[in-house]
Nanobody
Framework: EVQLVESGGGLVQAGGSLRLSCAASGFTLDDYAIGWFRQAPGKEREGVSLINSSDGRIYYADSVKGRFTISDDNAKNTVYLQMNSLKPEDTAVYYC??????????????????WGQGTQVTVSS
C-alpha cells in the first residue's frame, strides 16, 4: 500500500525556519517523483517544489526560490522541504504527493496519484 506521511509543521515567527518531512512507504523514491504542495484557506492548492530521485530533477515555485530547499534520503525513503526566511504568506497546509510528472506540469495537482494528509504551517508576523 502506497502511503505518504508528512510531519514537521508548526507555528513559527516570520523569518524563521521549519523542515518538513515526507515519509514514503509502499514504493521507493526511484519509482515516483515527489512534489510538495500547499493550500491556504480559500485558495487553490499550489505546487511548491518537486524532486525526482531517479533523474535528479528539482523544481521550485518562483515564490519560494532561494528560501526553500528540497532534498531526499533514499535510505530513509523520505523527502524533506527545508523552509527558511518564512513569511506570513507561506502559511498553509503543506502536502506531499507522488506521481509520474512531466517537467512542464510538475506543479499541477492532476499529475499526482498519491497524497499525504498534510501538515499545517503557520507563520506569524
Amino acid at each position: 500500500e502506497v502511503q505518504l506521511v508528512e510531519s514537521g509543521g508548526g507555528l513559527v515567527q516570520a523569518g524563521g525556519s521549519l523542515r518538513l518531512s515526507c515519509a514514503a512507504s509502499g514504493f521507493t523514491l526511484d519509482d515516483y517523483a515527489i512534489g510538495w504542495f500547499r493550500q491556504a484557506p480559500g485558495k487553490e492548492r499550489e505546487g511548491v517544489s518537486l524532486i525526482n530521485s531517479s533523474d535528479g530533477r528539482i523544481y521550485y515555485a518562483d515564490s519560494v526560490k532561494g528560501r526553500f530547499t528540497i532534498s531526499d534520503d533514499n535510505a530513509k525513503n523520505t523527502v524533506y522541504l527545508q523552509m527558511n526566511s518564512l513569511k506570513p504568506e507561506d502559511t498553509a497546509v503543506y502536502y506531499c504527493a507522488a506521481g509520474f510528472t512531466l517537467a512542464s506540469k510538475w506543479d499541477r495537482v492532476t499529475e499526482y496519484d498519491y497524497w499525504g494528509q498534510g501538515t499545517q504551517v503557520t507563520v506569524s508576523s
